[in-house]
Structure formats: C-alpha cells, structure tokens
C-alpha cells in the first residue's frame, strides 16, 4: 500500500531540445529531443520513488500526450493511476540556444518573444513571489542576474543580483514563500539561500566531489528542497523553514 498518494490536475508532457541558433520563420536543425513526465505531484512522486518511499502518482490524462506521460512513468518503475480525460494532456517545450546568450518568452498564444540576448550561458530562471522581478543564472558569468517584469511580460534594467565563485556558476534557481532566493552551485556542490540583498541565509553544502545542478521543494509541506547531484546521479535533500513558492498552472 503506498505511503504516499500525490494528485496532478494539470501534468504536462515536457520536451526539450537545444539549437545553435533560433530564426524565426526558419527550419531548425534540433538535437535529439529529450521527453519527461511534468507537473508538480508528478516530479514528486518520481523523486519520492527514487528514494525507497512507497507512492502513487494520480493524474488525468489523454490524448496521444497523455499515452506517452504515462508510459514514461512506468519506464521509471512509478506506480499510477492515471484518469481518462477527453482533453489532450498539455505539452510544454523548451529550446536552448546555444550561439547566443538569449532567453526567450513563449506565450500561450505562440507568441515567442525575446527578453535577453547577452545573457552568458542563461540556465535557471525564477520569479519573485509578486512577480515584478525575473531571476536569471547566468552560469559562464558566475553569477545571477535580476531585472523588473514589466505590465507587458518585457523586462528592463537587467543587472547582476548575486556573484559567485568557482570553477562552474549558478545553474537552476527556485524560490521559498519567505522571499528567498535558493541558487544551485555546482562547482561548489553549495546552495546558497539568498535574503532581498543577495546575503546568505544559509548555505547548503553537499558532499566533496558532488555538482548541485537543479533544485526543487517537495514533501508533506513543501519545506524540503529536494537537489540533483550530476556527478554521482543521485539526490539530495534537506529541511528548510520555509515551504518553496507554490507555482501557478494554467487552468
């Protein structure tokens, strides 16, 4: 009998890829595309199953979409219940484009527009928990950058929030309900939890040898930020006092 039992009302099928360059109204040669099951219930159930706890993922799905998020999960081994709907299980996609340091916003109306073209090697992105304020980690600057999120979704006045140091920069960012930026390190295997002013609250320290790529709250009461280690393919975790942001879905 599972332990744990989490609930997805929106899951997503999420596709990433990378390109050199993105032209608009051009063809584009895209790497292999990489296919994973999303939505915030989902990620933790597979998380939880990793780590030995008994769970069952529950989440409407349909369509050809949906088919395939839930083949994905039986793959990884996920128990789950999955719901017939009628509605096609929504996709995200996400293209990284490597010759430029560009981050794009992709609207649900196709619209794709450009917020950043001089970013070095943008990786994690965040929102401030008003929404006026868009993080970005800009991994070869070793450092974050931050900029005002203007009524029209544009930004202005990118400036550098935080620097590191190190061999290998900020990579992904997640935010708590106490406002506090958390921003994993790999070439220190830390994750700094930033104040307002970008102080260290705390400073989470993995073990020697390890890289902090990604991060992301979970548990009963979303105060535990669960960290990948790339170097060892494992995951790491630990308590914190705040529970991380709740992030809105479409309905």
């Known amino acids: 009998?599972?332990?744990v039992l989490t609930l997805t009302m929106n899951p997503a099928l999420d596709l990433s890829t990378q390109v050199e360059r993105l032209e608009p109204a051009h063809k584009l040669r895209c790497e292999q595309p990489l296919w994973h099951p999303g939505g915030g219930g989902i990620n933790v159930?597979?998380?939880?199953?990793r780590l030995g706890v008994g769970v069952l993922a529950l989440f409407p799905a349909g369509g050809g979409t949906g088919q395939r998020l839930c083949?994905?999960?039986q793959d990884e081994g996920v128990p789950l219940q999955c719901l017939p709907i009628d509605a096609e299980t929504r996709e995200n996609f996400q293209v990284t484009e490597r010759a430029t340091g560009r981050v794009y916003r992709l609207g649900t109306d196709g619209r794709l527009d450009l917020l950043l073209s001089n970013v070095p090697s943008p990786n994690g992105i965040a929102l401030s928990n008003d929404e006026r304020f868009l993080f970005v980690a800009a991994t070869r600057g070793n450092c974050v950058w931050r900029m005002p999120l203007l009524a029209d979704g544009s930004v202005s006045k990118a400036g550098q929030f935080f620097t590191s140091y190190g061999p290998s920069g900020p990579d992904g960012l997640a935010m708590d309900e106490g406002g506090r930026l958390l921003v994993a390190n790999p070439g220190l295997a830390y994750v700094w939890v930033l104040g307002p002013r970008a102080e260290p609250d705390e400073v989470l320290t993995g073990q020697a040898g390890s890289s902090v790529t990604n991060l992301a709250f979970g548990g009963a009461d979303s105060?535990?930020?669960?960290?990948?280690?790339?170097?060892?393919?494992?995951?790491?975790?630990?308590?914190?006092?705040?529970?991380?942001?709740?992030?809105?879905?479409?309905?």
Not at 45 to 49: C, G, K
Not at 223 to 251: E, N, Q, W, Y
């Open 45 to 49: 159930a597979r998380v939880l199953h």
């Open 1 to 3: 009998m599972a332990e």
């Open 71 to 73: 083949r994905l999960l």
């Open 223 to 251: 105060k535990t930020v669960f960290c990948t280690d790339s170097t060892h393919g494992t995951i790491l975790m630990a308590g914190l006092a705040h529970a991380g942001t709740r992030l809105h879905r479409p309905a």
